[in-house]
Nanobody, 122 residues
Framework: QVQLVESGGGLVQPGGSLRLSCVAS????????MAWYRQAPGKERELVAA???????HYADSMLDRTTISRDYATNTVYLQMFRLKPEDTAVYYC????????????????WGQGTQVTVSS
């Protein structure tokens, strides 16, 4: 059993910054990758940023120069630092992780958090 809990969302003015956090807990043997997705009203869920266990990262083109993803391996936490936010960044942001549990070490399973709201508005 694995749980992902997001925090750090809220209301911010255009041009501002936010740092989102996601903590994974439970019977975790290893986490191959952690990622952030977002979904705005009327739009499909999209990948914002991802980071694999080897340190490789991927960013959406719209966030490439405005976002930094990082992981704290000791606490199973992933962060999403966002800069120069725009109204179009308004969405629910979801944490995602590919996890191998102690009970099933050979197979990775995907888990999702409940999401945290980010609203960019003046």
């Amino acid at each position: 059993q694995v749980q992902l809990v997001e925090s750090g969302g809220g209301l911010v003015q255009p041009g501002g910054s936010l740092r989102l956090s996601c903590v994974a807990s439970g019977s975790i043997f290893s986490i191959a990758a952690m990622a952030w997705y977002r979904q705005a009203p009327g739009k499909e869920r999209e990948l914002v940023a991802a980071m694999a266990s080897g340190g490789g990262t991927h960013y959406a083109d719209s966030m490439l120069d405005r976002t930094t993803i990082s992981r704290d391996y000791a606490t199973n936490t992933v962060y999403l630092q966002m800069f120069r936010l725009k109204p179009e960044d308004t969405a629910v942001y979801y944490c995602n992780a590919n996890v191998r549990t102690y009970e099933n070490r050979r197979m990775s399973r995907e888990f999702w958090g409940q999401g945290t709201q980010v609203t960019v508005s003046s």
